[in-house]
């Protein structure tokens, strides 16, 4: 009489064939345009998590903030003081839209942002460059989406990948990406009156 055990280490056996027949077919390798998006939390620090597996694989890489200003964050000051030599990190936002009440300033900020971001893009050195938040300078039109599609698709090198956070990205930029997630907001303390804390949110 057959076991539960032994049904299950059939199961997983053919599972398993299943698998490596579908993993034998899977050979490309290419740099990836990746997208994370929704309203819900996680995109940046998802981002960061693979910035910090390049900086542990010894493969160059750079992170652009189009938002995010002078507050300190645990990534940032992270990565500035020791893995400077493996990662690039330029802040080149003021802050958040309502907080600078400025278009213009907002504009000529986030043009610079992209202008940096393109140069690191180009640096074939760099294996990964992240976008942080740039979903949003897009949103308000502040870099027209034309221009940031045009440049991944024909000018990113071949093996660089790109990573784009933030919400309501562009269904522009989402055609063109290899990789899309979109962060699903369930549940947020947000809205039982709980502040963003050091750690969770920065």
């Given at each position: 009489m057959t076991t539960d055990s032994e049904r299950h280490a059939q199961k997983m056996a053919k599972k398993k064939a299943a698998r490596d027949k579908i993993m034998a077919t899977k050979t490309d390798e290419k740099g990836l345009i990746i997208v994370h998006t929704g309203k819900g939390k996680g995109k940046s620090s998802?981002?960061?998590?693979?910035?910090?597996?390049?900086?542990a694989h010894d493969m160059p890489c750079a992170v652009v903030q189009f938002i995010k200003g002078g507050m300190s964050t645990g990534e940032r000051d992270l990565i500035t003081r020791h893995f400077s030599d493996k990662c690039a990190f330029h802040t080149m936002g003021e802050g958040f839209t309502w907080e600078t009440q400025d278009r213009d300033r907002d504009v000529e900020m986030?043009?610079?942002?992209?202008?940096?971001?393109?140069?690191?893009?180009r640096d074939p050195k760099n294996r990964m460059v992240l976008l942080d938040e740039i979903n949003i300078a897009l949103r308000y039109d502040y870099i027209p989406i034309d221009e940031v599609v045009d440049f991944l698709v024909n000018e990113k090198p071949e093996m660089?990948?790109?990573v784009l956070t933030g919400r309501n990205a562009k269904d522009e930029l989402i055609e063109?990406?290899?990789?899309?997630t979109e962060m699903e907001l369930v549940k947020h303390p947000f809205r039982?009156?709980?502040?963003?804390?050091i750690g969770v949110e920065f």
């Open positions: 998802a981002a960061f998590g693979m910035i910090f597996r390049c900086i986030a043009r610079a942002a992209w202008e940096k971001s393109k140069e690191l893009i660089t990948h790109v063109v990406a290899d990789l899309v039982s009156g709980i502040k963003a804390q």
